[in-house]
């Protein structure tokens, strides 16, 4: 099956061409990865993987709605993340880290946002709707925004990240410039009405993310990707067709010069497409097939809601360099070798341990999930 050639990825091999894509799954201690997180990315790693991307890191404090959620600002964060690339290195994986910024979905009294003593900051003063806080009292939504009064302090935090990340040990970094966080923020002209140079024309909304990747490849080199969700929906972002394509198009465009390891298309998917005022929030159109003329070097990964025939068709048509799967790793630890040996994916994951739960063992709905019998 073409899903098992190698895959040279920067300076990096992978074995095949199946990614796990980035997962909220809220086990650390406080921000710091811990053991259990070990124990989860080692079992996918033996499950044959050939790229693990890390859940969603933050660059620096914020008040998410996932207080569990790692980081990689510091050192005690550095040094579990050492122990989890080095355990999923001798178990013959290879592991990106995904560097996460929320912007305006974070949460003033969350306390993470309240120690880091800075303000909620997004490109502009505009609030996203939705949101769920369900650890603060009232459950509250997204709050306005104060505007970042200079990006550059911002995309300095994203280096820093990318210096500790290799630090720990990393096989590479991945920009989330998707799902309506930090990076695609600044790309969307419904979340961006900044009228200085990092907003406007598309060539300015899509300066955060392109300056962002340069100072990524500048520690990385090649080993520096980015996820980008071009339909847009979840965190209430989506442009109309016309100025997706144009913005995203310039974007991708211009990142194709940078010599990174891989784009990753996400496709639109409804689970990611939050409602508003009775309509559905976002721009549905053929991602990948719209998009990927913009890349004639980057390797393109596609993600959302494939399955291994359709991934098996895309990579064999050379459409995609690679797949990601995500929902099907919370249950499947050995996806590849599910896929390899035609067994199903089939589990339904129990929702109610996706985030973990106050006062319940990390461990459950997490690590307890077994390979198939083989
Ligand atoms: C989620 O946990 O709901 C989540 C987090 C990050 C994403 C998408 C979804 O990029």
Known sequence: MALFNPLKLGNITIANR??????????????????VMQKYYVQRAAGGTGLIVTEGTLITRQGTEWPQAPGIWDK???????????????????????????????????????????????????????GKFRFLPGRPGYVTPTEIPDPTVIIAQFKQAAINAKAAGFDGVELHGANGYI???????????????????????ARFALETLKALVEVWGPNVSMKISPAGGYNDVGMPLQETIETFGYLLREADKLGLSYIALMRYGAALDPEFDGKKRATQHDVVGTFSPYLEKTHIFVNCEVTPVEAEELVSSGTAAGVFFGFPY??????????????PLDNVPNVAHLYGAEGVDPAIGYVDYKEAVY
């Open 18 to 35: 199946i990614g796990m894509s980035a997962l909220t799954r809220n086990r650390s201690t406080d921000t710091v990865p811990n053991e």
């Open 330 to 343: 919370v249950t499947h630890p050995d996806v590849a070798r599910r896929i390899a040996a035609g067994k």
């Open 76 to 130: 005690a964060q550095v040094a579990g993340w050492k122990k989890i690339t080095d355990a999923v290195h001798e178990t013959g994986g290879k592991i990106y880290c995904q560097l996460w910024h929320l912007g305006r979905v974070s949460h003033p009294e969350a306390p993470q946002q309240i120690a880091a003593g800075v303000p909620v900051y997004a490109p502009s003063a505009i609030p996203a709707r939705g």
């Open 183 to 205: 990076v695609a923020q600044f790309l969307d002209s419904t979340a961006n009405k900044r009228t200085d140079k990092w907003g406007g024309s598309p060539e300015n909304r």
